[in-house]
């Protein structure tokens, strides 16, 4: 068996938690969030901590992190004003341009311009989703969890959805992950492609013999 390392997670600190879970729990999806304030002014940045917990209702979650004073950062504070966000997907294509709408600008600049991304207007929210995206889904917030002083669950349900025409199969409803070319990130800033597949058909307890070996007895714990 290979030597392992623990760690008592009541012992650390945010930080070292923070390291030896974004480390290890790979790869994850980002959302590239766009949101408005009550003036129209458009907001875009990336998360991390997101994913999709449920298809009925159709549930996207985000993990948004307050500022270390625990004031809210635009996304979350324009998602508790308006009610709605819009999550874009992030391809290869528009990396880079994620990465401007990473940095903490000031109220009233808008990313998205400075990264050379297009708002098209929302059409069952006020927030706009980005053309260049493959795949977008906007969103009504249904809940916020406050975990603590530090994050905010923010859940959504998806009213609506635009996909690149390449990037989905009609018929069948079908993703195709190649036209989607999805990034994620990993541990620090690496990033990662989703360009290395294989499929994995879930077994049947059929396709298996069960020995006795195999069975919990009365003295197996």
């Not at 070292?16 to 980002?30: D, T």
């Not at 819009?86 to 109220?107: G, W």
């Not at 969103?139 to 390449?166: N, P, V, W, Y």
């Amino acid at each position: 068996m290979p030597k392992t390392i623990d760690y008592d997670f009541t012992a650390l600190t945010g930080r070292e938690k923070y390291k030896l879970m974004i480390g290890a729990i790979v790869p994850r999806p980002i959302a590239l969030v766009t949101t408005v304030d009550p003036e129209g002014r458009i907001n875009a940045a990336p998360f991390s901590f997101f994913n999709c917990l449920s298809s009925d209702p159709p549930i996207l979650a985000l993990g948004i992190e307050n500022r270390p004073d625990m004031s809210l950062k635009h996304t979350a504070r324009n998602i508790r004003l308006t009610e709605v966000f819009t999550v874009n997907i992030v391809s290869v294509a528009i990396a880079e341009a994620m990465h401007v709408c990473a940095a903490d600008f000031p109220d009233g600049v808008n990313e998205l311009a400075l990264a050379g991304l297009t708002a098209r207007p929302g059409k069952a929210v006020i927030s706009p989703w980005i053309a260049e995206s493959p795949a977008a889904f906007e969103c009504r917030r249904t809940m916020t969890l406050e975990l603590g002083k530090s994050r905010q669950i923010i859940l959504g349900e998806i009213l609506h959805a635009h996909f690149h025409a390449d990037a989905v199969d009609t018929e069948r409803l079908a993703v195709n992950p190649a036209a989607l070319d999805a990034i994620a990130r990993l541990g620090g800033d690496t990033c990662c492609t989703i360009r290395d597949r294989w499929d994995m058909k879930t077994p049947r307890a059929s396709d298996f013999e069960v020995g006795p070996a195999s069975v919990f007895g009365p003295d197996s714990m």
